[in-house]
């Protein structure tokens, strides 16, 4: 079983930046795809980013693009999601997932929820004006 823990949420003021950090421990089966998504209350769970096994791969919400930006250290079992000039829009708990193993391409990156069998639970963004 996989456990992911999420780190480094927070306030911040808009047009700042914060690190969010997933840490992947247990039965980590590579490779495996690591995504980012928030859900805002009474919304559904959005997706943000994913990133493929060897990092070559990443996805973004449209509208995110240029100012979030997600990356990987594998030989630490951690996926960051460095967000740029946040908005008070990007309020909202963001949860990391993954997805892998045996037979799993190195290069996809999921963009649903469906697609990601393991979650974390949660770190809180609040960003202020």
């Known amino acids: 079983q996989v456990q992911l823990v999420e780190s480094g949420g927070g306030l911040v003021q808009a047009g700042g930046s914060l690190r969010l950090s997933c840490a992947a421990s247990g039965r980590t089966y590579n490779p495996y795809a690591v995504a980012w998504f928030r859900q805002s209350p009474g919304k559904e769970r959005e997706f943000v980013a994913a990133?493929?096994?060897?990092?070559?791969?990443?996805a973004y919400l449209d509208s995110l693009k240029g100012r979030f930006t997600i990356s990987r250290e594998n030989a630490k079992n951690t996926v960051y999601l460095h967000m740029n000039r946040p908005e008070p829009e990007d309020t909202a708990p963001y949860y990391c997932a993954a997805a892998g193993g045996p037979g799993f391409s190195p290069s996809s990156t999921p963009r649903t929820k469906f697609g990601y069998p393991y979650w974390g639970q949660g770190t809180q963004v609040t960003v202020t004006s």
């Open positions: 990133i493929s096994w060897d990092g070559g791969t990443t």
